[in-house]
């Protein structure tokens, strides 16, 4: 059988990053040469319904054992092949440094990456462990090619071990998760599974049950445009509007750089901008809808008083949705993450319940139908040139998984 640390290293290494710019799905051809990989993988290891669909959606299912109760619900468990847009990932040069002791990680195709404990607490956690890096020019894929490697090892253990007890489990491998579309084609009725697990998490032993609601908001400025020579008294400039609003907005609370936790913020980070109008886009992030709401007020109050200060003179303010808390629905089914307490416990790890400070594909999953929590896998420092994953972390993770497929058939609330 082959180790978690030899398939996550062999997946490292196809360039997967996904494209926001693309009108293709997946975004980027190198997500479908992983994708049926990984297909082919599946089926060589006896799981007969392995398939890649028209999108890209690898799925396939591992049959319930003989005698398991009928009434075991089917469980999936999800992994993203995508990479982030945000940092090269071709040739990628997976690294393990073995037997890691405190020392400082010099990545050697960039002397100024360097891995350091002091920057990297969780790194404490690691001390005689195997830690995997890239080569400091690329971002490594852990986030998502940890959780695959974990899924499939996963499989493969639970075929091979016919004394493991589950019901019948579903696998799925998603693409274009980074740029926000991972579910945009998933299939909840045809992937037929009850509850899901994205395996997509950071440090050992965590369980994320909670993530952002979201919405994007987009201010748009109207202002009036004429030759500049000839303007007095006539020219309303819209950037100038824009510009306004943007200073008035909150700087020591609302925003990412002075909040964590439970705090949500509001964030210009795309600006549209000329002279007759400017628009700009804000994410909207909070862990309730009614906060999201309050946050949204206090924009359109922001951005009304910006063109009370420029007479003539309007703004049009558009929001859309984005995901919403992934707790509104688990709390409707507590079991799903109660049963992966205890299987991260019967691993022999401490429960670390986070909230994500983001959203999963298991956000959008659990609103279409798909009640899907996160667990670790073992990810940090995501997007980064200083990304790492240590080896024992995705062992733990692959326990945690077929603990999961056996607490569902023998132990269920
Ligand atoms: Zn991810």
Redesign the pocket.
């Known amino acids: 059988m082959a180790s978690v640390l030899e398939r996550f290293i062999r997946y490292a290494r196809y360039d997967t990053q996904s494209d926001e710019r693309s009108t293709t799905y997946p975004s980027t051809p190198g997500q479908l040469i992983l994708l049926r990989d990984l297909a082919a993988e599946l089926a060589a290891m006896g799981l007969a319904d392995a398939n890649i669909d028209s999108y890209g959606y690898v799925t396939a299912t591992i049959p319930a054992t003989p005698g398991v109760p009928d009434d075991t619900p089917a469980i999936g468990f999800i992994?993203?092949v995508d990479t982030?847009p945000e940092m090269s990932g071709a040739g990628v040069k997976p690294i393990v440094h073995r037997n890691y002791d405190g020392r400082d990680l010099v990545l050697p195709d960039d002397a100024t990456a360097v891995l350091r404990l002091e920057d990297n607490p969780d790194l404490s956690d690691q001390i005689g462990h195997d830690v995997v890096t890239a080569s400091g020019t690329t971002l490594l894929g852990a986030?998502?090619k940890a959780?695959v490697a974990e899924i499939v090892t996963a499989a493969e253990y639970l075929i091979a071990h016919a004394d493991v007890p589950h019901g019948r489990i579903r696998i799925a491998f998603t693409p274009d998760?980074?740029v926000g579309r991972g579910t945009a084609h998933f299939d909840v009725a045809r992937f037929g599974a009850r509850y899901a697990y994205?395996l997509?998490g950071g440090s050992r032993g965590e369980v994320e049950s909670e993530s952002f609601s979201a919405d994007a908001l987009t201010a748009t400025f109207i202002g009036f445009n004429t030759h500049p020579g000839y303007a007095r008294g006539r020219m309303i400039n819209a950037i100038k509007v824009a510009a306004d609003f943007i200073a008035h907005l909150p700087a020591d609370r609302l925003s990412p750089e002075t909040t964590d936790g439970y705090d949500g913020f509001v964030h210009p980070y795309v600006l549209h901008a000329s002279v007759d109008r400017t628009s700009v886009r804000l994410l909207i992030r909070d862990f309730t809808r009614g906060g999201l709401v309050e946050k949204e007020s206090e924009v359109e109050a922001l951005a009304r008083a910006a063109i009370a200060r420029f007479p003539g003179a309007r703004v049009e303010l558009a929001v859309e949705e984005s995901y919403r808390n992934m707790r509104e629905i688990l709390d409707q089914h507590p079991h799903v993450v109660e049963c992966a307490c205890e299987a991260v416990r019967q691993a022999g790890l401490e429960v670390k319940r986070r909230v994500i400070r983001g959203g999963?594909d298991g956000s959008k999953l659990s609103f279409m139908g798909l009640p899907t929590p996160n667990l670790f896998?073992g990810?940090h420092n995501?997007h980064s040139r200083l990304e790492w994953v240590s080896v024992q972390d995705m062992e733990k993770a692959v326990e945690v998984i077929v603990n999961l497929a056996r607490i569902w058939c023998t132990k269920r609330p």
Do not use: L, Y
């Open positions: 992994a993203h982030s986030d998502d959780g998760e980074e994205t997509d999963t896998a990810e995501f």
